[in-house]
C-alpha cells in the first residue's frame, strides 16, 4: 500500500515534467517559426507566456531537485527522474541553436529603424525573404514571400499582403534598398531600407 502511494505521485511529477519540458523545448527551439506561422504574435503577450512558462518550468525543477536531494539515498531511476528531465531540457535548450539556423542563409539583411517602430528584412538565398515589422504596445507583423533579382533590382512576391510603406519592387542604391512602387497619394510615403548586410 505504501509502495503504491508513493509510485502513484512520482508518476505525476514525471508526466508533469515531461509536459513542462516539452512546452518549453518546443516554444524555445521554435520560436520563431511560431512567430512567424502565426503572422506576429502580439510581443507583449508572447514575452509574458514565456516568463510565465519559464518561471513555472524552474519553480518545478527546483522542486524536483530539492526532493532528489533528500532522497538522495534511494538511487533509483523513477525517484529522480523528474530532476533529470528538467535539467536535460535547460541542457538541450542551451546547446542547440534555434530552428531559424537551419534556414537558407541571408544574403541581404536590411531594415529602418523609427523612433517608435523598426523594420528588419532578410532575404536569403534561396529566393525567400521575410519582413518583421515591430512596433510600440506589442505590434509584430511578418511579411513572407519570394523574391527574383537582376542586378540591382529586387522584385517581390508577397504571400500574403505587402507591408504599406515598403512596395514590391526594390532597387539597391549604395546602401539603402528603394522602393519603387509608384504611390497613388493617398498612402505614407515608402521608405527606405538601409543595408546592414550583404554577400557578394
Not at 532528489?68 to 538511487?75: N, P, T, V
Not at 523513477?78 to 535548450?93: E, R
Not at 523609427?114 to 538565398?125: I, S, Y
Not at 531600407?193 to 557578394?200: A, Q, Y
Request: glycine share 4%; aromatic share 16%; with cysteine.
Amino acid at each position: 500500500m505504501t509502495f503504491y502511494m508513493t509510485e502513484k505521485p512520482n508518476k505525476i511529477r514525471v508526466l508533469t515534467a515531461v509536459v513542462f519540458c516539452s512546452l518549453f523545448f518546443i516554444f524555445t527551439i521554435f520560436n520563431h517559426n511560431i512567430d512567424v506561422y502565426f503572422n506576429g504574435i502580439n510581443y507583449i503577450a508572447w514575452t509574458v507566456f514565456m516568463l510565465i512558462l519559464f518561471v513555472v518550468t524552474v519553480v518545478f525543477f527546483i522542486r524536483s531537485v530539492r526532493r532528489s536531494i533528500k532522497k538522495r539515498k534511494q538511487w533509483t531511476l523513477k525517484m529522480h527522474l523528474p530532476a533529470l528531465i528538467y535539467v536535460l531540457t535547460f541542457v538541450l535548450c542551451s546547446i542547440i541553436p534555434g530552428s531559424q539556423s537551419f534556414e537558407s542563409d541571408a544574403i541581404i539583411v536590411a531594415g529602418y529603424q523609427g523612433t517608435q517602430n523598426e523594420t528588419v528584412a532578410k532575404f536569403r538565398k534561396n529566393h525567400t525573404f521575410e519582413m518583421n515589422s515591430t512596433a510600440v504596445f506589442g505590434y509584430n507583423q511578418w511579411f513572407t514571400g519570394t523574391y527574383s533579382r537582376k542586378g540591382d533590382t529586387l522584385f517581390l512576391a508577397y504571400d500574403r499582403l505587402a507591408p504599406p510603406r515598403i512596395g514590391r519592387t526594390l532597387l539597391k542604391s549604395k546602401n539603402e534598398l528603394i522602393t519603387l512602387d509608384k504611390t497613388n497619394g493617398t498612402t505614407r510615403a515608402f521608405i527606405p531600407l538601409k543595408i546592414t548586410k550583404e554577400v557578394k
